[in-house]
């Protein structure tokens, strides 16, 4: 087993120590209040909140060891429970709100919760019968409520009666996070205090540009490795602050409001913000259009002419007026003073990428997994390669693995090393040997090449890569996130393992295309709609378009399955991460599959 050097801080405890002393008076979180206005507590507030929380917590009897789980989106009481539990040596246990019941249940029997606290009362209702058959859960604590069962009162308790933090050892397990596997039972992530502390070292050294003066916009759960380490421990850290998003809806409201500096988030964000700009443009036509397709090609000549060394004035006064005109528009809408963004959990469409770049808002693409707390390689301000994920982190070491791929492949599974590697999953050993290795990494279960340079390249899962009937492979993600650019379509799959040929579900976006229905007099009624040979012709054309610039033409679908509902957490079709549940959706659709390859 391999050993590493450590920077310190080690473990969670002291990160959050050095910054109480070093930033007491710095805003740390903002949540918004009745009146819709973001109200901010310090780092010496929030200091307060964690020790009373601890005091209380001790008072319950939890230990070095003991599990505290929570139930419930970002919030301030989330980051003060979490660091609470660390400070006695517990594990912390998140489970998101928008989880099915029996989730619910499996974790904290799994891990042995003793303590946990739900957010609102209709999750108490839920689950406060658990105790019955969870010998380990005595207690549950309500945090929106009053009384000897809320957070509040265990707060309180802590007040009067003080408990000292303890400093973890950096092996010591911080917390464990469920990954909301595609099949089977969840399986519970063992990460450790120099897990979660070095990755967070790390990601910090690839942006020497942000410091205490930084904000950002929380909209990943926390729930997640990406948005704790990436966010809430990496904030916390710099000594600087984080607005939380009220929701999914309201986030480039929300935006407005807090102006971030800089952004942790998913692609499909800014697919979502990429696809609405260009609708908009689109819907108002005449000079702004003619402006703004005028800035886009200035803006993609500047960046071709910067890489020869070379600009143009002409190119130059092009992209100027556009950049008043349009992209200063779209600049503000984010708050105005984004610096940078973070993209990670699937990879980025370059041309997306590039568009973000051209108008001022960087977006680096970064890569990484629950398992490995959650970074293994980033790209960067000062080293970033359009295309690619980045360069290994700190102290973390990247090994191509071809001897399980087919054979003159120039790619093969990424293999990793380092300090951020889990310490495998809880209660699963068998599951646990899978992926490691014998001298201590991990393998991923992506496909991957590396450059010259060091420059990581995604290309494929292995576990969901298939095989058509005339032997050619087929990595379905990547052509899945590009089918999602199409303006009338939310989610896709695409199918065709030991098939003929691939064939695609798509689950339109229902909204956008209540829209085109009204604006082109058509029934507003999605089964009528999909019906519909002009509806189909029109999402059909314009994804082959899309697809026929990337894809070989065995790749491409060859015939598509329109559903009438989306993939949704909720149906059982999405993981939390809003991966697809691939067999699942196949499974649910087995029928409609066989049918499109029945027809003649």
């Known amino acids: 087993m391999r050993t590493y050097r450590l920077d310190k801080p080690d473990n969670l405890v002291a990160l959050l120590e050095e910054s109480l002393a070093k930033y007491p008076n710095n805003l740390l979180f903002g949540a918004k209040n009745r009146q819709g206005l973001y109200e901010w507590i310090t780092y010496r507030e929030f200091g307060k909140r964690v020790d009373d929380l601890r005091g209380g917590l001790a008072q319950l009897g939890v230990t070095k060891g003991d599990a505290v789980g929570i139930i419930a989106n970002n919030r301030v009481e989330w980051a003060v429970a979490s660091f609470a539990t660390y400070g006695l040596g517990g594990r912390f246990v998140p489970m998101y709100e928008a989880e099915l019941l029996h ?11 003793r303590i946990l606290f739900v957010s609102k009362p209709e999750i108490f209702e839920k689950i406060k019968d658990f105790p019955k058959d969870i010998p380990t859960l005595q207690r549950i604590f309500l945090i929106e409520g009053t009384g000897d069962d809320s957070m509040a009162a265990v707060e309180n308790s802590g007040t009067s009666n003080p408990a000292p933090a303890l400093r973890p050892a950096p092996e010591d397990i911080a917390g464990l996070i469920y990954t909301s596997g595609t099949t089977g039972d969840p399986k519970g992530v063992l990460l450790s205090h120099a897990n979660l502390t070095s990755n967070t ?44 998003a009220e ?90 003073r984004l610096m940078g963004c973070m993209s990670g959990s699937a990879a980025m469409n370059p041309d997306i990428a590039r568009f973000f770049f051209d108008i001022g808002i960087p977006v680096y693409d970064c890569y990484g997994m629950t398992e490995t707390s959650p970074a293994i390689s980033m790209n960067a301000s000062y080293a970033c390669r359009l295309g690619s994920v980045g360069q290994a982190i700190d102290k ?40 490691m290795t014998d001298d201590g990494g991990i393998r991923t279960g992506d496909r991957g090449r590396l450059d010259q340079d060091g420059y990581l390249y995604i290309t494929g899962r292995i576990k969901e890569q298939f095989k058509l009937e005339n032997g050619k492979f087929v990595f379905p993600a990547a052509m899945e996130e590009d089918i999602c650019l199409h303006p009338y379509v939310q989610n896709a799959l695409v199918y065709g393992e030991n098939r003929p040929f691939t064939i695609c579900l798509v689950a339109p976006d229902f909204v956008a295309l209540e829209a085109y229905a009204e604006k082109n007099r058509l029934p507003k009624d999605m089964e009528t709609l999909m019906e519909r040979e002009d509806i189909r012709s029109l999402i059909v054309n314009g994804i082959t378009e899309l697809l026929k610039k990337k894809y070989g033409g065995y790749e491409i679908p060859k015939r598509f399955v329109f559903l009438t509902e989306n993939f949704t957490l909720e149906n059982g079709l999405l993981t939390q991460t809003m991966k697809l549940k691939r067999r699942v959706v196949v499974d649910r659709y087995k029928d409609r599959i066989e049918a499109q390859y029945a027809k003649k």
Not at 401 to 414: L, M, N, P
Request: charged share 25%; hydrophobic share 45%.
């Open 103 to 113: 989730v619910w249940r499996y974790i904290i029997k799994d891990s042995g919760v």
């Open 201 to 244: 070292l790390a990601g910090i050294k690839k942006y020497p540009e942000l410091n205490e003066k930084g904000r950002t916009l929380a909209i990943l759960p926390w729930a997640h490795s990406y948005g704790q380490t990436a966010e809430l421990h990496a904030i916390i850290r710099l000594g600087a602050s984080m607005g939380l």
């Open 247 to 336: 929701s999914a809806a309201t986030v480039a409201a929300d935006m407005a409001l807090v102006k971030p500096t800089w952004l942790v988030a998913v692609p499909r964000v800014f697919n979502r913000i990429y696809d609405g700009l260009q609708k908009r443009m689109e819907e108002t036509g005449g000079l702004a259009k003619a402006i703004f397709d005028m800035g886009v090609a200035a803006a993609r000549k500047k960046r071709e002419l910067a890489a020869k060394g070379k600009n143009c004035p002409l190119v130059n006064l092009k992209f100027k007026i556009a950049d008043k005109v349009v992209f200063a528009k779209v600049r503000e809408r984010m708050g105005g």
């Open 396 to 435: 973390v070491k990247i090994v191509i693995d071809s001897s399980v791929v087919e054979e003159g492949a120039t790619d093969g599974e990424i293999v990793v090393y380092g300090p951020n590697v889990m310490k495998g999953y809880h209660n699963k050993p068998d599951q646990t040997r899978e992926v």
